[in-house]
């Protein structure tokens, strides 16, 4: 019998669900929820969230965020009213309907899809009377630009200077591939090859760049990709990112969308998603991760989290959906909205989603010990932190096939005199170790399932000679390393 050693590790492919199970690559994994991946490809539990303000705000779901970053301020729409740090409302509506927000020369500028626009300078709300009806905008070249919900492919600039005016002819209709609604105006990078700066405009399937400000002169950038709503864009390292009922596509601007989102192909399917609520899906971003919500396939609220590494590429799931993004740039906080109430919470806070458990799971490739021949699970040797189930998937079988291992390796050191008076932990801490199973059995081929449910979080290391430590998820795995024994057997 010839002994060989199976090793899982280096998890920074992400999640593969496009490909069968048994053709991933060695650094993907077929399935995980509420697991993320470190920038080294550990695996780990996500962060829970908490109640950013510890009460209900308003009457009604939270629609929209905004960072007002003059103010360091989160304004709110929350039903048909805005609210700015959590305050009573400043502004109501006649209408919930979803509005858009920008900042111009430190003021807020709103529009709305039926009262029009505003602007509110923290004390007050005044009105825009020749703005257009709309639900998305955006700051550029010393004016705001604005859709228009009335005439669907309009894009209205203000006056150079100002937010409070709209000229009657400062409009463009975009009109290249098709008369279809704008839904998302948002920010772009680089330069055209006449050296010229621009704005991104996307609609339902297409998408382009304003690059003269004085007339809104465009060119069509992407005739098939858009974006699905006025709050699924985001941009991070040069890039603009939006989520349509496609998938996840990025641009630099200047060139076609490039799909990102290629190994989750499955989840973009009318059995998997609400795709005809795309008005639903948002985009936000914390540190270097991406995070876009949308909804399953027959809910009618956000259901369902993808957080993308937009430098390493890999895209996991989460239960943490959001209705709304706000991204704060003075904070490490991401501000995000309930889908179904009238709560905001800060992401990556604490054990548990506002006092709920959170339960996990990850799963490895599929791999043969012995290339297909029977081969004998001598030993397996956890790596990593935390206390977690590890089932057995065997013979690619789609559920354990003997008793799970228990794994804890916590980081506390072992204990003097346990049980009488004079308890005390001695010898050294670990912020990482090992724990090994002994006889796990034959197989052909081999999968391990790791579950946790819990509201716990941890400490990690402290940064730069600091004392206050980071906080990390309840569980993390490094790696598995099997010691199998090839038996001949076919």
């Not at 998890?11 to 993907?28: H, K, V």
């Not at 305050?87 to 709103?110: L, P």
């Amino acid at each position: 019998m010839a002994a060989r050693d199976l090793v899982y590790r280096d998890f920074s492919g992400g999640t593969n669900a496009r490909d069968w199970p048994s053709e991933l690559s060695p650094n993907e994994f077929p399935y995980s929820l509420n697991v993320t991946i470190d920038e080294r490809g550990y695996a780990q539990k996500r962060l829970g969230y908490e109640d950013r303000y510890g009460a209900a705000i308003g009457s009604g779901v939270v629609s929209n965020l905004f960072y007002w970053a003059t103010s360091n301020a989160i304004v709110a729409q929350i039903g048909s009213s805005l609210h700015k740090d959590g305050a009573a409302s400043f502004k109501t509506f006649s209408t919930s309907d979803r509005c858009g927000m920008c900042e111009f020369a430190g003021s807020v500028f709103i529009t709305h899809p039926i009262d029009g626009c505003f602007l509110y300078d923290g004390v007050t709300v005044t009105a825009v009377p020749t703005g257009p009806k709309g639900n998305s905008c955006a700051t550029w070249q010393n004016r705001v630009w604005v859709n228009d919900l009335t005439a669907p492919p309009r894009l209205w600039r203000s006056d150079v200077g100002t937010a409070a005016t709209f000229g009657v002819g400062n409009f463009t209709d975009i009109r290249e591939k098709d008369s279809a609604q704008i839904r998302c105006i948002t920010g772009s990078s680089g330069l055209d090859i006449a050296g010229r700066p621009g704005l991104l405009v996307f609609k339902d399937s297409s998408a382009y760049r304003i690059n003269d400000p004085s007339t809104g002169g465009y060119q069509t950038i992407d005739p098939s990709v858009g974006c699905g709503s006025n709050i699924g864009g985001v941009s991070a390292y040069g890039r603009t990112y939006v989520i349509s009922t496609r998938g996840i596509y990025s641009t630099d601007g200047l060139s076609p969308c490039r799909e990102e989102s290629r190994l989750m192909e499955p989840l973009f399917n009318k059995l998997q998603i609400n795709q005809s609520r795309p008005d639903l899906y948002c985009a936000g971003r914390y540190q270097d991760r991406l995070w876009f919500s949308l909804p399953r396939a027959g809910a009618s609220s956000n259901s369902i989290a993808l957080e993308y590494h937009p430098e390493s590429k890999w895209i996991v799931a989460h239960t943490n959906a959001a209705s709304a993004y706000a991204i704060l740039t003075q904070t490490t906080d991401l501000v995000f909205g309930s889908p179904t109430t009238n709560r905001i919470y800060n992401l990556a806070k604490g054990g548990s989603d506002a006092g709920v458990a959170i339960s996990s799971a990850f799963q490895t490739r599929w791999a043969e010990p012995a290339d297909g021949r029977k081969g004998r699970l001598r030993k397996a040797r956890f790596v990593g932190r935390g206390t977690f189930q590890a089932d057995y998937f065997k013979d690619y079988q789609s559920g354990p096939s003997q008793a799970a291992s228990q794994v804890n390796i916590n980081p506390g050191g072992l204990v003097w005199n346990e049980g009488n008076w004079n308890e005390a932990e001695w010898g050294p801490l670990f912020f990482q170790s090992y724990q090994t199973f002994w006889s796990l059995g034959t197989c052909r081929a081999l999968s391990v399932y790791i579950s946790e449910t819990s509201s716990i979080s941890t400490s990690g290391l402290t940064v730069a000679g600091g004392v206050v430590p980071t906080e990390i998820g309840a569980w993390e795995l490094a790696y598995i390393d099997f010691l199998t024994y090839d038996l001949g057997t076919f």
